[in-house]
Nanobody
Framework: QVQLVESGGGLVQAGGSLRLSCAAS????????MGWYRQAPGKERELVAG???????NYADSVKGRFSISRDNGKNTVYLQMNSLKPEDTAVYYC?????????????WGQGTQVTVSS
């Protein structure tokens, strides 16, 4: 069973920074894709940033230029560096990992970490 454990959330003022970490219970090299999603109250969960096993990244338009996703294979950890935070970034942030196989895909989620940005 794969476990993803997020950390690094908290309360920060607008314009501030936070770095989220997602530690996996097994080698992250085994995942095809990893990413960060977020869900604000009353809204659907949305992709914030993704990174492939090859290191390619993609970002939601709303966070481009402010957030950066990276991975440390040696520590089995994926990071989300969040700068210039805005109140609208307030949400629960979830780590996600995907493995593609012949029958489809297996998706794994962390328990989430709360990020609150005050104005």
């Amino acid at each position: 069973q794969v476990q993803l454990v997020e950390s690094g959330g908290g309360l920060v003022q607008a314009g501030g920074s936070l770095r989220l970490s997602c530690a996996a219970s097994r080698s992250i090299s085994s995942f095809n894709d990893m990413g960060w999603y977020r869900q604000a109250p009353g809204k659907e969960r949305e992709l914030v940033a993704g990174i492939t096993s090859g290191g390619s990244t993609n970002y939601a338009d709303s966070v481009k230029g402010r957030f950066s996703i990276s991975r440390d294979n040696g520590k089995n950890t994926v990071y989300l560096q969040m700068n210039s935070l805005k109140p609208e970034d307030t949400a629960v942030y979830y780590c996600n990992a995907v493995v593609y196989h012949a029958l489809g895909s297996s998706k794994y989620w962390g328990q989430g970490t709360q990020v609150t940005v005050s104005s």
